[in-house]
């Protein structure tokens, strides 16, 4: 029996499946925004810092606060869909998932004049049948290689110590701008990212590097 098989055959199955960008640099992603009180900020900051980074939109909220989206591009970011609606799609239909991924696509396309062909599932969650429709869609899922756990901590504090300790190159950074722990994301950003620089990595954004 072929012992290499078994890799091979997961590697073409989940070939359109990342969660490391390219070694030459580290990329920053936010989720489940735009949310006008907390995503202008860590435009802010990250303008001040020239740091760009990749922000996945649900469409629900970009159709709500198309200015922030606008913005998030205009401002050197990159911009990926995370579903119309932030649920789950581990259930979905193949159908239901190409809904989503189709409907807010258009949405940005709308509101920034370029498509995307960055998708990242809500809670990371997909079925294996959701894989060919990414792929139809000429899609990359992307997931992430560390979280910054921003979800349920309260303190910036952890936050910064569990990303700027762990970081290596490539790693994909899950943070979010909208949620119950984002002020605690908006007060450890600067210290995540002078503390990855410090660590002699490269900030970047994601988009034709994966």
């Known amino acids: 029996m072929n012992m290499?098989?078994?890799?091979?055959?997961?590697?073409?199955?989940?070939?359109?499946?990342?969660?490391?960008?390219?070694?030459?640099g580290v990329y920053l992603t936010f989720d489940d925004g735009p949310d006008p009180d907390s995503t202008p900020e860590i435009i802010r900051i990250l303008n001040q810092t020239k740091c760009p980074a990749t922000f996945f939109v649900t469409g629900y909220q970009a159709e709500k606060h198309p200015s922030i989206v606008e913005r998030i591009h205009r401002e050197g970011n990159s911009i990926g869909s995370h579903g119309y609606h932030h649920k789950s799609l581990l259930f979905r239909t193949a159908n239901q998932v190409l809904h989503e991924i189709r409907r807010t696509k258009d949405v940005i396309s709308k509101i920034t004049g370029e498509s995307t062909r960055l998708f990242r599932p809500p809670y990371g969650r997909f079925g294996l049948s959701h894989l060919d429709v990414v792929r139809n869609q000429k899609s990359k899922m992307v997931l992430w290689s560390l979280s910054g756990l921003d979800w349920k901590s309260q303190e910036s504090n952890e936050i910064v110590r569990r990303v700027t300790k762990r970081i290596k190159s490539g790693d994909i950074v899950l943070l979010h701008d909208r949620g119950q722990g984002v002020r605690a994301t908006i007060s450890a950003l600067p210290l995540v990212?002078?503390?990855?620089?410090?660590?002699?990595?490269?900030?970047?954004?994601l988009g034709g590097n994966i």
């Open 4 to 24: 290499n098989f078994l890799p091979n055959f997961a590697g073409m199955i989940f070939r359109d499946v990342v969660s490391q960008g390219d070694r030459s």
């Open 193 to 205: 990212i002078d503390g990855i620089r410090s660590r002699g990595f490269e900030l970047k954004k």
